[in-house]
Nanobody, 121 residues
Framework: QVQLVESGGGLVQPGGSLRLSCAASGFTLEDYTIGWFRQAPGKEREGVSIITSTESTYYTDSVKGRFTISRDSTKSTVYLQMNSLKPEDTAVYYC???????????????WGQGTQVTVSS
């Protein structure tokens, strides 16, 4: 069955880096868009970055130049490299699957369980 499993979250100081992983199973990764979303306490979930089936990438403005999304089809895994982290990046990060290139949350049909990222000194 379709599964998405996130890992790589943790506690990091401002300015630090983390790499999140989204391991996919039960479907062919290259046929879908994979998106990273995040939800901070008291806020709605927001789109962070997506990588499409053709490996086009998109980022929300607040992370451009700091985050990089990539895909390793041999490992069926999508990564989110996060550099120059800020306290406002603190959130639970989720990956999801969509059959079109979009950051519209409602189009995503499967989600992982999330991984916590905390940026604090």
């Amino acid at each position: 069955q379709v599964q998405l499993v996130e890992s790589g979250g943790g506690l990091v100081q401002p300015g630090g880096s983390l790499r999140l992983s989204c391991a996919a199973s039960g479907f062919t990764l290259e046929d879908y868009t994979i998106g990273w979303f995040r939800q901070a306490p008291g806020k709605e979930r927001e789109g962070v970055s997506i990588i499409t089936s053709t490996e086009s990438t998109y980022y929300t403005d607040s992370v451009k130049g700091r985050f990089t999304i990539s895909r390793d089809s041999t490992k069926s895994t999508v990564y989110l490299q996060m550099n120059s982290l800020k306290p406002e990046d603190t959130a639970v990060y989720y990956c999801g699957r969509a059959n079109m290139p979009t950051m519209r949350e409602g189009v995503y049909d499967y989600w992982g369980q999330g991984t916590q990222v905390t940026v604090s000194s």
